[in-house]
């Protein structure tokens, strides 16, 4: 039993750094926190503990951890100071030396992070606490919402997939997850929270029941039955493990949202080899030709990442044109960043940063041509928006089904509604539409 008397009325700042499942597992350590007493510090308040989350998907990513670890080191003095997330597991001794840092957290350890705060006296040096990959095992829920409107539902963690380019598999360990009857009961009580959308999070989602025997497919249609919950979200989902019985029963169903975030990462089959990734492009093309021809308004997402080894110029346009003539809503452009311990650095063809800088310039140039004509084609349409909290200052937004960004008039009664608005023409940058609420 962990004494919490130690934690009243101490104060904690929170960062996180990557995916939305680092966004959720955050959030439950807070809450882990706040029900031991320690209330979030307020802002400009100095905190007694920092908790920072990490990622390490690229180099850039461990350049963020660090300067954010630094950050905090000045400006909350004498804080107890707690690292976990992707990028402890795989660099812990790294990490542990930076100087302020007292604990480094593992993969496996991040939900048990009040039994190593011990009585928040600071360390000399920086402790590690991880568990080899091989040996990671457990599953932590997490349903939160931190500070947005949705709530964001994590039903798996880990991969098994090791494409050539990827961390993750040694970051999180093998592809597991919880129950379905647990995963309906945290649906449940966000429901009895007053939440209205639930997006499923996770590394590799499609991959759900490997430790249950169970399929992503009945995780579904069990959520789908829950009362209260009136949007669901798919996030990223490998396109081989997109079934059309899937997109059949989203086209079907009334809370599961005709909105799909596919990987694809590379638009050329000859790469995705080189990325020992499970599908080819005919694959990927034939899954949004399935999802447009029963959902013709659903919004697809697509990650790709350019400048990867062996990704040769004549391989880049051949990737271009193919993801061009995909009737796809938006890009997500990632750079291709060196990873230690990954096949992909004995593939010989490298890419110079600068030609990854203009082939990145020219699929987000793409990526806002499709967007901006996707979102013209609902100019005067009305349409059910849930509103989101907005920040002082800042335009009231929400979101349709089919996830157009719509602004209106801010008005905090509004906050997680779902109300009929009629969509006008864009906001001044491009990145909504005008609303009127009916």
């Known amino acids: 039993m962990i004494d919490t008397t130690v934690f009243q009325n101490k104060t904690a700042v929170y960062y996180t750094l990557g995916c939305k499942l680092n966004f959720s597992e955050t959030s439950t350590i807070g809450k882990i926190l706040r029900e031991a007493g320690v209330r979030t510090a307020r802002k400009g308040e100095k905190a007694d503990i920092c908790v920072v989350n990490t990622c390490s998907v690229t180099e850039m990513a461990d350049k963020k951890c660090r300067q954010a670890i630094h950050r905090l080191v000045k400006q909350h003095p004498g804080a107890f100071v707690v690292v976990t997330g992707c990028y402890a597991q795989l660099k812990p001794g790294d990490v542990a030396k930076i100087k302020g840092v007292d604990v480094v957290l593992g993969a496996e350890q991040k939900n048990d992070l009040l039994q190593y705060l011990g009585d928040l006296h600071k360390h000399e040096q920086g402790e590690t606490i991880t568990t080899i990959t091989k040996d990671i095992r457990s599953f932590a829920p997490s349903c939160s919402r931190g500070d947005r409107t949705r709530f964001f539902l994590k039903v798996q963690d880990g991969c098994d997939y090791y494409c050539s380019y990827c961390t993750i598999p040694f970051a999180r360990g093998r592809s597991r997850n919880g129950t379905i009857a647990s995963m309906v009961e945290q649906a449940k009580q966000a429901a009895a929270e007053g939440g209205k959308e639930i997006v499923l999070t996770g590394v590799n989602i499609g991959d759900f029941g490997k430790t249950t025997g169970e399929t992503f497919f ?109 009737d796809v809503t938006q890009l997500h452009v990632f750079s291709y960043s060196e990873r230690p311990g990954t096949q992909a650095l004995k593939i010989e063809h490298i890419v110079p940063p600068e030609e990854k800088h203009q082939r990145s310039q020219r699929l987000l140039n793409l990526s806002d041509e499709k967007t901006q004509a996707f979102y013209a084609r609902h100019i005067g349409q009305t349409m059910s928006v849930l509103m989101e909290k907005s920040k002082v200052g800042n335009p009231m937004y929400g979101f349709t089904e089919n996830y157009i960004r719509v602004e209106v008039e801010t008005d905090s009664s509004l906050d997680n509604q779902v109300l009929s608005v009629r969509l006008g023409d864009f906001n001044e940058d491009n990145t909504a539409l005008k609303g009127t609420i009916l």
């Open 218 to 326: 009945d995780l579904v249609k069990a959520l789908d039955h829950v009362e209260g919950i009136e949007r669901y979200r798919i996030s990223s989902i490998e396109p081989n493990l997109l079934t059309d019985e899937i997109i059949e029963f989203v086209s079907q169903s009334r809370k599961f949202m005709p909105h799909f975030h596919i990987p694809l990462q590379s638009g050329c089959d000859e790469v995705l080899k080189l990325m020992r990734r499970r599908y080819d492009t005919a694959l990927f093309a034939s899954k949004v030709k399935k999802i447009k021809e029963i959902m013709p308004d659903a919004f697809i997402g697509v990650d790709v990442i350019v400048g990867t080894r062996g990704e040769t110029e004549t391989y880049f346009e051949q990737a271009y044109r193919f993801i061009a003539g995909l």
